[in-house]
């Protein structure tokens, strides 16, 4: 007798409450999940607004998004809780079916505040610390663990990276191919047309030598700025066509594959992010609008699908003298399917004020990744704690009762 058949024999009479994730187990073959990786630290605080927090308010005069009510306000999720309001249509009909929630101050223990260090730790997703080995991510040990014969699933899900190269996290003992959908790259340019109006204002005066040294230094600035934010991307493909890739992945997750991954970069706004419009407002909407056209393209498959969207880190709390945001620590995961225990903010929170930011400036952690998506795996598979600490070393998974 296979273990899951042995599971659904025993029902819940002697298992108790404890078992609960387990029963899950049988739904192993059908089971979709697909992990989607915002690359450049995303801005957690405009895409869930805390709405209750003044100094949210004192400490982005520029950039926060208004409470809900007023214009370009946020969408009211919960008396301390918004949404941008950019995912109006694409997101916010998910949570309202509570098939989206949300997890703040997610995150890893990884200070170290650099794009592709916090990025490999948390794809590789062993304890900080330690001496890193890159032969496997946790996504391919999930892998392996669900086709032990110990696991009993009835088929090992397939896996894909939608991806150019493949991942950290699908890297391992397992093959798992990858394939690129889409390299459309969308980048906005920057108009020097005003600087040299400015600039020929001068010409011929005491001041034309620091007006052109000055718009020199930023534009060497500005390109400096725009290389690395480019670079936190890895290659990463834009948000914009993200929902024609989006809908592409679902027709193979469809019938092909039922675990995948795929990046999207462009999130590392340090100049101009914007608020209710704008740079970051955009990308939310195409990023948005990608997810809701995976959900519907997934057709009944859907409610047998989680997706969960994670950043390596958060940004600032406090917007910065170009009106962006640096990197931060906590962030903000999304969970969302068709049989996701949504419509509510998850996991262990607490009130955002001057004096409970770490290090002063940033989210804390308090829903460490390992643990919440360790958790996760184990109602999804089925997988005890020996089998989660074997995708996630040391860690203990913490039930959420996401899915």
Known sequence: MQRRHLLQALGASALGVASASVLAAPRAQDVRFLLVFLRGGYDCASLLVPTASSYYYETRPNIAIARPGQDGGALALTPDWGLHPALADSMLPLYQKSQLA?????????LSRSHFDTQD?????????????YRSGFLNRLVAELAAPAAGAAATPQPMAFTSTLPLVLRGAVDVPNTLLSAVAGRSGVDARQAQLIESMYRGTPLATPVAEGFATREEVARTMQGEMEAASRNALSTKG?????RRMARLMQTRYQLGFVDVGGWDTHVAQGAATGALANRFEELGRGLAGFADEMGPAWKSTVVVVVSEFGRTFRENGNRGTDHGHGTVFWVLGGGVNGGRIAGEQQALSATTLFQNRDYPVLNDYRSVLGGLFARMYGLNAAAVARVFPGAKAADLRLA
């Open 242 to 246: 993200f929902e024609g890739t989006a």
């Open 102 to 110: 949300f997890v703040p101050f997610a995150g890893t223990d990884d």
């Open 121 to 133: 730790s948390m794809e590789l997703g062993q304890p900080v610390g330690g001496r890193r080995d």
